[in-house]
């Protein structure tokens, strides 16, 4: 069975501080992976990964993919009260997107 | 900029009665999917349609879900009769192909059944 975990389910920190959030999957056929940030609406895409070890990087946030390990990490450095959200990682196998059961990040100020 | 559009944003509804949610895909958008998504969990697919096929409908509720996509382009979910568990956010997303790299999705039909 095709799934994808999330860790830890949620965190709270502090302004400035960094946080590694982590997308680990187990699929039949993997296409990508994909990052999405969902405040209180839809979930907004943030990165596409393909290929292992190549850092995908957008202002205070990046990610890397290892497809040897199966896994991915989302980092942010010197979070902000903006970055408070719910962080989904979904696999695509070419015929679904697995959506794993996010990971909601509190940043206080 | 493109965008997937839904309605109604809201719907409150007391069980047993009917409900339907649209959805319009970006243009050019080949595969409509809707999912559901419980609070506190990752969405999850309920169909999935490549131009007006269905590609993937194994977690519709079939008793009481349908969905359609006549002309392939628009669709609508329906549920008949609802029932209190299916309070969620219901997500209507489109990809270019099946095999569409991402997917964008709509702001969501945010449903509360009484």
């Known amino acids: 069975e095709d799934k994808v975990v999330q860790s830890p389910l949620s965190l709270v920190v502090h302004e400035g501080d960094t946080v590694t959030l982590n997308c680990s999957y187990e699929?039949?056929?993997?296409?990508?992976l994909l990052w999405y940030k969902q405040e209180k609406k839809a979930p907004t895409f943030l990165f596409m990964l393909?290929?292992?070890?190549i850092e995908k990087k957008s202002g205070r946030l990046s990610s890397i993919l290892d497809k040897k390990e199966l896994f991915s990490i989302l980092n942010i450095t010197a979070t902000q009260t903006g970055d408070s959200a719910i962080y989904l990682c979904?696999?695509?196998?070419?015929?679904?997107?697995?959506f794993g059961t996010g990971t909601s990040l509190t940043v206080i100020p | 900029e493109a965008e997937v559009a839904q309605s109604p944003r809201y719907r409150i509804t007391e069980k047993s009665q009917a409900v339907a949610f649209w959805c319009d895909p970006i243009?050019?958008?080949?595969?409509l999917y809707w999912y559901r998504q419980i609070l506190g969990q990752g969405p999850e697919l309920l169909v999935q349609f490549q131009d007006e096929s269905v590609v993937d409908d194994s977690q519709l509720p079939k008793d009481r879900f349908s969905a359609e996509r006549l002309k392939g382009v628009d669709s609508t979910l329906k549920i008949q009769p609802a029932e209190l568990g299916d309070s969620a956010m219901y997500l209507c997303?489109?990809?270019?192909?099946?095999?569409?790299?991402?997917?964008?999705f709509g702001p969501g039909t945010r449903l509360l059944v009484l």
């Open positions: 699929v039949t056929n993997f296409r990508s």
């Open positions: 393909t290929s292992s070890g």
């Open positions: 243009s050019g958008h080949a595969t």
């Open positions: 979904a696999v695509n196998t070419g015929n679904q997107f697995y």
């Open positions: 997303a489109s990809s270019q192909d099946r095999v569409g790299e991402t997917q964008y």
